[in-house]
Nanobody
């Protein structure tokens, strides 16, 4: 089985910065893409940023310029550097990873979600 574990959430003042990390582990053969999604209270989960194994990135318009997604392929880890944080960035941030892995001696696709890490932007 493959799993991902997030870390780095917390409370920060408006204008501040935080860095989230997410590490994938298990019988991983390759990871096609990793990324971050978020869900604010009373809202649907939405894309924040994703990055492929070759480094192609995709950002939500609301976080472009302020957030930077990066990846360490050797460590199966994705990062989200969040700068100039705003109160509207407050949400639970979820890590997502998809790729290929071994399961019961068979090669197959996987997609996993983390349990989420809370980011609160408030003075």
């Amino acid at each position: 089985q493959v799993q991902v574990v997030e870390s780095g959430g917390g409370l920060v003042q408006p204008g501040g910065s935080l860095r989230l990390s997410c590490a994938a582990s298990g019988s991983i053969v390759s990871i096609a893409a990793m990324g971050w999604y978020r869900q604010a209270p009373g809202k649907q989960r939405e894309l924040v940023a994703t990055i492929t194994s070759s480094g192609v990135t995709n950002y939500a318009d609301s976080v472009k310029v302020r957030f930077i997604v990066s990846r360490d392929n050797a460590k199966n880890t994705v990062y989200l550097q969040m700068n100039s944080l705003k109160p509207e960035d407050t949400a639970v941030y979820y890590c997502n990873a998809r790729g290929r892995s071994w399961s019961s001696s068979r090669l197959g696709n996987f997609e996993v979600w983390g349990q989420g890490t809370l980011v609160t932007v408030s003075s």
